[in-house]
């Protein structure tokens, strides 16, 4: 009997690090580039913006001229290799118990998500920049 008790918790524990294994280094090596939005401010110009923040969600041309982009940006939780292969050779060396530490610590990272809605004159230059949701 305790030799079948044994045996289940070895299978058990095998189970749970089969399935947890490199969870975290997925994780660390996933998620958004960094979006540089401090170059959307008045007197930019639109290729540069495009350059940087990628290309609009929406983009919308009023009758005088001008054009109103929307992008989505999504900060925080950015992909870092650098973390990866730290977490892939911390769970070699701990023979994947490190996964109990970075699973949850990757899974607490916060995400922010908020649009930013920009108007550029007739010339492509920016006029106004319009931040919806998240935190100011």
Same mark, same amino acid.
């Given at each position: %009997? +305790? +030799?079948?008790?044994?045996?289940?918790?070895?299978?058990?524990?095998?189970?749970?690090?089969?399935? @947890? !294994?490199?969870?975290?280094?997925? %994780?660390?090596?996933?998620?958004?580039?960094?979006?540089?939005?401090?170059?959307?401010? =008045?007197?930019?110009?639109?290729?540069?913006?495009?350059?940087?923040?990628?290309? =609009?969600?929406?983009? !919308? !041309?009023? =009758?005088?001229?001008?054009? #109103?982009?929307?992008?989505?940006? +999504? #900060?925080?939780?950015?992909?870092?290799?650098?973390?990866? *292969?730290?977490?892939?050779? @911390?769970?070699?060396?701990?023979?994947?118990? *490190?996964?109990?530490?970075?699973?949850?610590?990757?899974?607490? !990272? +916060?995400?922010?998500?908020?649009?930013?809605?920009?108007?550029?004159?007739?010339?492509?230059?920016?006029?106004?920049?319009?931040?919806?949701?998240?935190?100011?």
């Amino acid at each position: %009997m +305790k +030799k079948n008790m044994e045996t289940a918790l070895a299978l058990v524990l095998l189970g749970y690090s089969t399935l @947890l !294994q490199s969870c975290s280094v997925a %994780m660390a090596a996933s998620g958004h580039e960094k979006q540089d939005t401090p170059v959307a401010f =008045p007197g930019s110009n639109r290729a540069v913006l495009i350059s940087k923040l990628g290309p =609009p969600e929406t983009s !919308q !041309q009023f =009758p005088d001229g001008r054009i #109103q982009d929307s992008y989505l940006i +999504k #900060q925080g939780n950015e992909k870092s290799s650098g973390r990866a *292969w730290a977490f892939a050779g @911390l769970d070699l060396l701990s023979l994947g118990l *490190w996964e109990a530490v970075a699973t949850p610590y990757e899974l607490a !990272q +916060k995400e922010e998500d908020f649009r930013l809605l920009i108007t550029y004159d007739q010339g492509g230059n920016v006029v106004e920049v319009q931040r919806l949701g998240g935190k100011p």
